[in-house]
């Protein structure tokens, strides 16, 4: 028997059947999102809660069928709150993973770390965290923590205004700050509003990022006595202020902390009537909205199981959802995984995220300032200012 006929033919038939295969194995492929977070290091006890909410947002599409009918599969290292570190792995990811697409890390220093690698790959990067929108000049960067152009105008305006409006009128401010990048520049932006709307500037104080000792300045604001003093913190800064100048019998009038840990200073009565920033709360009207119930319930679930001192979702693990929501948003309109589709479609329209409605046609990619004020109030975070995103019936607390 000749079996050459035959075999040429099977060939033939494999050769028909190959692309077939080899397209659906494609569209079955996970989607691998490739990032870095801090978990170990001075910032883990933030960027743990950006792993939670990204975990929950992952798992709930995929239950949807994914994006664009693929899975998703998240490929997250430890940078160690380290930038130089995060440098590297966002190359490893995009070199050696062969990642499909990226998720910004948590922190401005290691975002702008990641930023230079996503820029000379031609990547889509969306930040968790990146607070000097001036040094975002990659045009496919966007940021999942929607604060404007200029935080350091806005922010301190915003306070400002929430104290006019709870009936204050502070004559002075003392101002102290880390100098992790993001919150000095805040800080510094801050220093400016103040003068210009005529408080009497009665400190300014840097620490450096890392800083344990924070006793003598919390001698120096005691001796200041300012009306209103502007904490520039991140983690777990501000409480370990707070416990000095406890120590010293100091309780500030009016105390506003940038970025703090959430959980510590809810739980800590020197922390009575702090104000902060955030884009979200746990409590209407945030929460009016059903589509994100489950998110935020398994959130509450899974941040009390890892032991979380806070197990609400707020600000941190909002901004966190809201960087995966604008990358999926990216997808499903380009309705492609194409990067440079992505961006183009994220900067011509307008959509709906955890934090609100979102648009990236502003410089540099950043639109509107979605800070509100929050203040903590019987061990809970509540916001405060403006009125229409308040918890009902919240009011400032003198």
Known sequence: MNKRPFLKALGGSALLVSPLARLQAQQNRPIRVGSSLSLTGPLAGTAVMHKIAAE??????????????????????????KPDLARTLYEQLITGEKVDLLMGPYATANTLSAMGVAQRNNKVLVSNSFGI?????????????????????????????????????????????????????LSVGAREVFKKRGLREALWLEWEFGNREFGPIAARLKEANADVVWIGSIGPESIQLLEAMAKIDYRPRVHFHLYPTPGPLAKSPLAAGALSVTTFEQHAPFTNRAAYAEAIRLYNERAAAANLPDTNFELQPANAYAGWEILGAGVKGSNSFDDRKIADWLKANRFDTIIGRLRFDGQNNYGDDLNRIRQLQNGKWVVVHP????????????
Do not use: C
């Not at 935080?151 to 004559?171: F, S």
């Open 56 to 81: 929950i947002y992952i798992e709930l599409m995929n239950k949807t069928g994914g994006w664009l009918g693929r899975p998703i599969d998240w490929v997250v290292k430890d940078d160690q709150s």
């Open 133 to 185: 929108p001036s040094l975002a000049k990659y045009d496919m960067h966007f940021p999942g923590y929607v604060m404007g152009f200029n935080p350091g105008e806005t922010v301190p305006n915003t306070l400002l205004d929430a104290l006019k409006a709870g009936g204050q009128d502070p004559k002075s401010v003392a101002l102290v700050t880390s100098k992790f990048p993001s919150v000095v520049f």
């Open 387 to 398: 009125s229409d995103f308040a918890l009902p019936g919240a009011r400032l607390q003198a």
